[in-house]
């Protein structure tokens, strides 16, 4: 944080992972106020229309706007939240228009020739996207707009190949409707997950640079954004915010990842932006950040600041959650659908097999708590002292939990100590001398589910001694 910055505005993006589980210890305006920003764009959430509770939905000084997944409960989703001297005069889901039924829609989406109505659908049923526009007054008191584009874009599933086409086409429509909303007057800014390292710079581990640089999400940055070291004044609209400030930092990362604690050394991807129109950020960003201090998901925010300053519109718009029916006070309660049923009215031979019958099939207390039925025994009969005999045929005591094993029950220990010989012991890896973790390979191929060793350390540059190292070991072939 930037203490010396005082006034203008603070744009936030986090992937969250789960909204519900990143406020788990504490209450949604605890974490806002925390995260201190006039709009923040969250991603991931997972918080479909069913499962958004009124906690989550209004938060005091903060009004809030949800894209929900209309594809799968809890997957997906981004939610912008803003504080109240940033209330937004328009908001809309989606960025094809085709979810647009009320008034204060944002409008301005653009040349869509070479979508088909089938594939707008698609791109805009997960959820991905939430638009809202602002009043602002710039650094030089001009007032103008500030359309703020929260999105989470597709992965590209290496073992699902038209999920790589999805996100492509999520791209080029994203780029549609940002470029149409900038040629209809004021700045545009587009923060959130990408989904994508641009550069070799934002991998920990780019592998071979020509087929890194050939990825297509990669092109499609190359092409939709100014790159550091050419001329500014070019035909590419939008910036890099962070770039544009801290062109050559190193180790910038925003997302880790958790199963191979990856985190801890700082073994990461950039791919969560902030992206605004050149105008913009030539004459208003002040700072960029990433804020890997903060946790809660495996991603960390990242953040802009400008010298302008936010005029909050005079009401919220439509699409704002708190007028949602569930929470407006006019959806109509469950209990006005259930009646008491008057059960003295019920014929006599009903009424008593109603009364003999125990609700879910559940016996009733007296015959749970009566005698045993012939041949069921009582397990408590395991647990008393008893007479045993030796190999000799001699008698002897057996006192459970009391430390008195005769020399027969010796031999059973030791016989289920055999059976019974708990999982085997890892082995150490090779360079730290330390035990081992077991996973389960879970990708679709001939070794889906067999288990294995590896390193316990956490994933890092192979020049690292901290890092883990590269001990394998399939679990069935034993300990080497």
């Keep these: 944080m930037l203490e010396w910055f005082l006034g203008g505005m603070k744009l936030l993006s986090w992937n969250v992972n789960g909204l519900r589980a990143a406020v788990v210890s504490g209450g949604l305006k605890q974490l806002l106020d925390l995260l201190g920003a006039d709009i923040i764009c969250l991603q991931e959430t997972k918080i479909t229309r069913d499962l958004l509770e009124e906690p989550l939905a209004i938060v005091e000084g903060y009004n809030s706007y949800f894209s929900f997944s209309r594809t799968r409960s809890g997957y997906s989703g981004v939610a912008t939240f803003c504080k109240a001297d940033a209330t937004p005069e328009a908001a809309e889901e989606g960025l094809s228009g085709l979810f647009t039924k009320h008034d204060g829609a944002v409008g301005c989406y653009g040349n869509t020739d070479n979508f088909t109505l089938e594939e707008l659908q698609a791109l ?183 010298k302008s300053v936010c005029l909050a519109a005079p009401c919220c718009p439509p699409l704002c959650t708190r007028f949602l029916p569930e929470f407006a006070g006019t959806q109509q309660k469950l209990s006005r659908f259930l009646v008491k049923v008057d059960r003295t009215g019920l014929p006599e031979k009903d009424q008593k097999q109603r009364e003999a019958k125990p609700l879910y099939g559940r016996s009733s207390k007296k015959a749970r708590t009566g005698p045993l039925q012939k041949g069921q025994g009582d397990l408590r009969r395991f647990f008393k002292a008893g007479s045993l005999r030796d190999s000799d045929g001699a008698g002897c005591q057996a006192f459970i939990g009391e430390g008195v094993v005769p020399s027969r029950s010796k031999q059973s220990a030791s016989l289920w100590k055999t059976l019974l010989s708990g999982p085997a012991k890892p082995p150490q890896c090779k360079a730290h001398g330390e035990p081992c973790v077991l996973r389960t390979v879970k990708k679709q191929g001939p070794n889906c589910g067999r288990r294995f060793y590896v390193c316990a350390q956490p994933l890092g540059k192979p020049s690292d001694p901290r890092a883990r190292c590269n001990f394998f070991l399939w679990a069935d072939q034993g300990n080497p």
């Design 124 to 306: 805009d049923s997960e959820g991905r996207a939430m638009i809202t526009r602002h009043c602002i007054c710039t650094s030089e008191q001009r007032e103008t707009t500030l359309t703020v584009i929260n999105v989470y874009c597709p992965r590209a599933d290496p073992e699902k190949p038209e999920r790589g086409d999805f996100k492509l086409r999520f791209f080029h429509l994203l780029q549609a409707r940002a470029e149409a909303l900038l040629r209809a007057g004021g700045h545009v800014v587009i923060l959130g997950d990408i989904n994508t390292a641009h550069k070799p710079i934002d991998h920990c581990d780019p592998g071979e640079l020509e087929s890194f640089q050939k990825n297509p999400g990669r092109l499609w940055l190359d092409s939709f954004l100014w790159e550091p070291g050419k001329d500014f004044q070019n035909k590419k609209l939008f910036v890099d915010t962070f770039r544009f400030l801290h062109p050559n930092q190193e180790e910038a990362y925003t997302c880790w990842c958790n199963v191979t604690g990856s985190r801890h050394l700082n073994y990461g991807t950039r791919i969560d932006y902030i992206l605004a129109d050149s105008t913009l950020v030539s004459l208003e960003l002040v700072e960029a950040q990433v804020m890997p201090e903060v946790r809660g998901s495996d991603h960390c925010p990242v953040q802009a600041m400008l």
